[in-house]
Structure formats: C-alpha cells, structure tokens
DNA sequence: CCGGATCCTGGAAGATACTG
DNA sequence: CAGTATCTTCCAGGATCCGG
C-alpha cells in the first residue's frame, strides 16, 4: 500500500476539479473503511474499532479519526472513568456521506467487472 | 503530497467495506483530475494533458495514464507519425463515473461549508 | 484503556538527462 | 514529442515503548 493525497487545490493547473477539495476529507487513507465500520458496527469503543476496521494500528486509527472528528464526521465522547472509556460513532454530517457510498457501490457492482476485463485483456495484449 | 493508497482489499477485518476496491480505481492519486480535465478539454495529446492537469511531471502523468489505460477509463491512441502523436480520450466506462462524480459535486457543494465550520469550532476549542 | 513520542522503512513523487 | 532510466528526497505508516 501506498500512501495517497492529492493535488493542491489551486496549484498548477488551477482551472479547479471541483472533487479535488473533498478527496481529502472522504477519501484519504483508512477514512471509508473507519466510516463503514461506525456506520456498521454503531457506536464503538477505541479498541472494539480497532478489531473491526481491520489490519491498521492504533496510531493510525487514532490519526484518522482526529481528522475525522475535526471535519465534523465523527463524535468522540470521553468518559472520564478508570479505566478510560472512549467511544467514537458517525455524526449528522457523517450520515450525510451514505448517497455518495451507495453510488459508489452501485457502480462497483456494475462496472467492477468491465474494469476486470479491461486488466486481463490489457495484461496479454501488452506480453 | 503523499500518495494514498488504501487497505488491502481481504486484508485484516475482512467484513469486506464493499467501496474499498473501488477506490484504487477511481481515486488513486491524480486520477480524478486527470479524468476531469479530459472530461472538459475532450481529446488532448499528452503535452496539452500535462499541461491542463496542473502540476503534475510528466512521469508521474504517464503512469497514471497507464493505470487508467488499462482499467479500462481511458483510451489511448498513438499515431506513428514524425514526430509521434499520442492522444488521450474517456472511454464509455469512464464516461459512466460522471454520476458518481455529479453526486461528489453536489456533496461538496452541500456540505463542505459544515466542515469548514466544524474546523475551525475544533481548533478553537482544542487551542 | 487510550493515545502520545520516537525511531525506522518502503515506496511515491520530483528533477534531470537521455532515446525512438 | 512522448516517454524511459536513474538518482534523490520526502513522508505515511508500522513497531515499539511510555504515560495519564
């Protein structure tokens, strides 16, 4: 895996990709998965999280959803008890982001295949 | 910039986010300007495509281009002239992102101003 | 239990120079 | 013109240890 930001906003070609902006907020590293998995799962502690995102370490899921919880995505409530108890689960303006996944699994599902095909026939052309 | 790369797709949690794949295709890194530019500039030779997509070096370009070449979003056609011609153009696969991308849009459009808010109240509050 | 601090590494991306 | 090859730089992310 890779890292994967994008373009600076106004850099360069500046004629402005209008996407470009929200790439970084939905779509950097780890974001969808995360969000999946609160959507999911609902509210969740740090560790149970953890578990069910999958292969990403807590420092990188605590950076994560940091972010996530700067952009308004996600709620962190901290209970201050012994031993600590956070629990972290999507927002209002999280929830907002369900249209724009269903369209994305539903072009997953439809064209996923065509992009498939394009792979084997590219890879043995290209031998 | 880094680059973005996503979870591996079985890896780890394995309930299987469903977009996850998707977003390799379609949101690697440069991809969605790239699509966007062609999308608006039409049919371009590789020069005028670096050009209008900004930034980007030309070998970052052509890797990209590869990429989406061989997934089936773009098509390439060289013309074995002196000097060579290449041209980039969407294909109908790739045409069938603009749904997905529209939805973007009007997300970015709708909500971004809440996480712009959400920022600042976050970085206000965490000073 | 949550997450910060530190060190380290693989790989992306920039710069430059070079071919068909 | 349209790439490729090589070298270097830079940072996200993994591992580990520590603290509240």
Chains 1, 2 share one sequence.
């Not at 902006?21 to 590293?29: A, E, K, M, Q, T």
């Not at 740090?46 to 899921?61: C, P, Q, S, Y």
């Amino acid at each position: 895996m890779t890292a994967q930001n994008h373009p600076a906003p106004g850099a360069g070609g500046a004629q402005a990709c209008p996407i470009t902006p929200v790439l970084d907020i939905v779509f950097s590293r780890w974001t969808t998965p995360i969000l999946w998995t609160l959507h999911q799962f609902g509210r969740q502690r740090f560790v149970e999280l953890n578990r069910n995102v999958g292969t990403i370490t807590a420092k990188v899921l605590t950076q994560r959803l940091r972010q996530l919880e700067r952009d308004g995505l996600v709620i962190r409530t901290y209970h201050p008890e012994v031993p600590p108890r956070v629990e972290y689960e999507i927002s209002e303006l999280g929830l907002t982001l369900a249209p724009l996944f269903a369209t994305l699994t539903t072009w997953s599902t439809t064209h996923l295949p065509e992009v498939e095909r394009a792979r084997t026939t590219f890879d043995t052309t290209h031998a």
